[in-house]
């Protein structure tokens, strides 16, 4: 009788070990509605200054000021959650002045003072794809959804 209840504590144990260990490999941030709020948000803000790139960008310098700081702000807001790394990876490169998202549209927009249509509408393309992938990986943190921004952020 002892060894049998000893045995059972023991699987227990394995057990209970055993898938705290698993969840542990799975470290990812949980839904946080304030960070899918505020992507949604940025990107419906976007979309909607990424279309007046044709007018000079001095006529709209207070609203793309705002659009940074938004951002700013939410990778800031990324960076400090646990097992957040893709999420903020991914805002880090839309922020990035360098790259070809909106940190580097806002960039190029600021430094040419009016774009094309067309390099605007095949930007604009590129742009709500990556905050599409940022907006469903925040709604849902699975797998398929954190392959799809590892493979956009490959490119």
Known sequence: MLLKKNYTRSLVLLIMTFLVISCQSLKTAVYDQYSYQQAISLKVESDAIIDHATTPFRDHINVI????????????????????????????????????????FLKRWEEEQQL????????????????????????????????????????
């Open 65 to 104: 000021t705002g659009l940074r700081m938004d951002l700013k702000k939410l990778v800031e807001y990324e960076k400090n959650k646990p097992n957040n790394s893709i999420s903020y990876a991914m805002l880090q490169l839309l922020e990035n002045e360098d790259r070809n998202l909106l940190g580097g």
């Open 116 to 155: 094309s249509e067309a390099f605007t509408k095949e930007a604009k393309a590129q742009i709500m794809e990556a905050f599409d992938l940022i907006i469903k990986y925040e709604a849902e943190k699975n797998k398929t959804n954190e392959t799809n921004i590892l493979n956009f952020l490959e490119k």
